[in-house]
């Protein structure tokens, strides 16, 4: 399984950005996904996770109602969509697939990991 996440770069606070992790392999609709940001000095924070389906989402409380996850089985991408930007959105920007039945807002229960994203908010 490799992981491939794009779509980050320097948005003005308030604007708006679209990431996207691409799965390969043949298991991604069987897989619940999520992502996951890092600043620079601070540890790894979980922010939206979706399951196989598509049904259920789940999210952080800081970006609640501004963030929105959603998946394309089809095309075996996962998508973060970002809106009304802050700046203490600045991070790194990670795409993982769970590989354990724990709680979906931990990074210990993933098993694999994309290389990360840069996205950048300016004032």
């Known amino acids: 399984v490799q992981l491939q996440a794009s779509g980050g770069g320097l948005v003005q606070a308030g604007g708006s950005l679209r990431l996207s992790c691409a799965h390969s392999g043949r298991t991604f609709s069987t897989a619940d996904m999520g992502w996951f940001r890092q600043a620079p000095g601070k540890e790894r924070e979980f922010v939206a996770a979706i399951n196989w389906r598509g049904s259920t989402t789940w999210y952080s409380d800081s970006v609640k109602d501004r963030f929105n996850i959603s998946r394309d089985n089809a095309k075996n991408t996962v998508y973060l969509l970002m809106g009304s930007l802050k700046p203490e959105d600045t991070a790194a920007y990670y795409c993982?697939?769970?590989?354990?039945?724990?709680?979906?807002?931990?990074?210990?229960?993933?098993?694999?990991w994309g290389q990360g994203t840069q996205v950048t908010v300016s004032p």
């Open positions: 993982a697939r769970r590989g354990k039945i724990a709680d979906i807002k931990e990074p210990s229960s993933y098993n694999y």
